[in-house]
């Protein structure tokens, strides 16, 4: 089974502090990683993603670190905010699928203000 | 636009009944799923449909039945309810026409099977 690891599964910081987030993934055939954001009774939604021909992607406070050798990418979320509270899922999409992601099991931010 | 609109937003079920979890996109999209989500589990894939007519089964699609009669409905049946089918349901859909088109997800159901 293919499979997606995330890491931790809480994180609490202080506001402006820095987020970090970590997965690690089993299966070579991904290549497409995408992060959701999940806040309370909402539905997922695309936060940032990244292809595997490069090591970085940032948008505005959001990067992720890509290591292919390693099979690790990371969310990086800077000057993190209350509003940053949510549930964070990285995620990967195998090659030649209908397109489907395989989750990590999700990190639950909280930013203290 | 609505999106991806899902019903009922919260339902309790005994064991052995059946219901259908309804969910409608008005976005066009040729792909939809649907997923489950159990606390600290993640999304897992039960179903998914690349068009009208064509479904297939995720990863977890036992208990479950779907159908694709519309571009626009993606219905999942449970039909004899099990404790073990208590989770939140989240459908979604894409336009699947490249790697990187983004899942739509809507609120989701929370079902409760006692």
């Known amino acids: ?113 | 636009n609505a999106g991806v609109t899902q019903t009922p937003k919260f339902r309790i079920l005994k064991i052995g009944q059946s219901m259908t979890l309804q969910c409608t996109q008005d976005m066009n999209h040729n792909y939809m799923y649907w997923y489950r989500q159990d606390p600290g589990m993640g999304l897992k894939l039960i179903y998914y449909s690349v068009g009208a007519g064509i479904t297939d089964k995720g990863e977890v699609p036992n208990g479950y039945n779907v159908s694709r009669s519309t571009t626009e409905d993606f219905p999942l049946r449970l039909e004899l309810a099990a404790p073990s089918q208590t989770s939140v349901y989240f459908c979604a859909s894409s336009t699947g026409q490249a790697n990187n088109s983004p899942l739509h997800f809507g609120n989701g159901t929370r079902l409760t099977v006692t």
Not at chain 1, 45 to 65: C, H, M, N, Y
């Open chain 1, 1 to 113: 089974q293919q499979q997606v690891k995330q890491s931790p599964q809480s994180l609490i910081v202080q506001k402006g502090g820095i987020s970090i987030i970590n997965c690690a993934y089993e299966n070579t055939a991904f290549d497409y990683f995408p992060w959701y954001q999940q806040f309370p009774g909402k539905g997922p939604a695309l936060l940032i993603a990244i292809r595997p021909d490069v090591s970085e992607k940032k948008e505005g406070r959001f990067t992720i670190s890509f290591n292919k050798s390693a099979k690790q990418f990371s969310l990086h979320i800077m000057d993190s905010q209350p509003g940053d509270s949510a549930t964070y899922f990285c995620a990967a999409r195998s090659i030649g699928s209908a397109r489907q992601l395989t989750f990590g099991s999700g990190t639950q931010l909280t930013v203290l203000p």
